[in-house]
């Protein structure tokens, strides 16, 4: 059975976007970078929900052409290029490139067929995605890198839950600019 974490920057005060989906705040540090771009490499299949999607696919399929691209920019561009992906969508609009399944069904009965499948380890991104399969339970794994900003507003981390998820903290680290990461799992 595969491993899902959901794994994104956060503002201190709860969210991965601030009001007007302003991501400004979350620029990462170069050490940062490179540990996101790691996990990319690292990750087996990648699940987005559309809005994340679209925010990802207008950057990274060309980011590595851009001449102001750092070498750690390039890294994570080619390895966001080639890592598998699946786009949830209730609407099919969305376009799927990039190495890159679409699904317009049911996303937690494809998540949970997904998790049960031999394979490397799953992220998934996006709120309501996220949210959907933390209420069903899906998520084992929890990764938040807290940028030290209140933003006041936005798209929250966390969704509302029917039930309480117990965590165990398994890693912390600290990244330049202040940025935390947290890492906990779920205790099942």
């Known amino acids: 059975m595969r491993k899902l974490t959901f794994a994104m920057n956060m503002s201190l005060d709860g969210y991965i976007a601030g009001p007007g989906d302003d991501l400004g705040w979350s620029v990462p540090s170069d050490e940062l970078f490179q540990w996101w771009s790691d996990r990319v490499d690292a990750t087996g299949l990648a699940l987005y929900g559309r809005r994340l999607w679209e925010t990802m696919s ?3 399929p060309t980011a590595d052409k851009q001449p102001d691209a750092t070498p750690t920019a390039i ?4 390895r966001w290029r080639v890592m598998p992906k699946v ?4 609407s099919a609009a969305s376009t ?3 190495n890159t399944r679409l699904v317009t069904g ?5 998540i949970a067929r997904l ?3 031999d394979g490397g380890p799953m992220d998934i991104g996006g709120a309501t995605l996220a949210g ?18 209140l933003v006041g507003g936005g798209t929250p981390f966390f969704t509302a839950l029917d039930n309480r998820v117990n965590l165990t903290l398994v890693e912390t680290r ?15």
């Open 132 to 149: 959907a399969a933390m209420r069903a339970g899906l998520i084992d794994e929890y990764v938040l890198a807290t940028a030290p900003v």
């Open 58 to 60: 207008s950057h990274w």
């Open 106 to 110: 049911d996303a937690v009965a494809e």
């Open 75 to 78: 890294e994570y561009a080619h």
């Open 87 to 90: 786009v949830f969508s209730s």
């Open 96 to 98: 799927a490139d990039w």
């Open 115 to 117: 998790k049960a499948e």
């Open 174 to 188: 600290t990244f330049p600019d202040g940025v935390l990461l947290t890492r906990y799992e779920t205790k099942r």
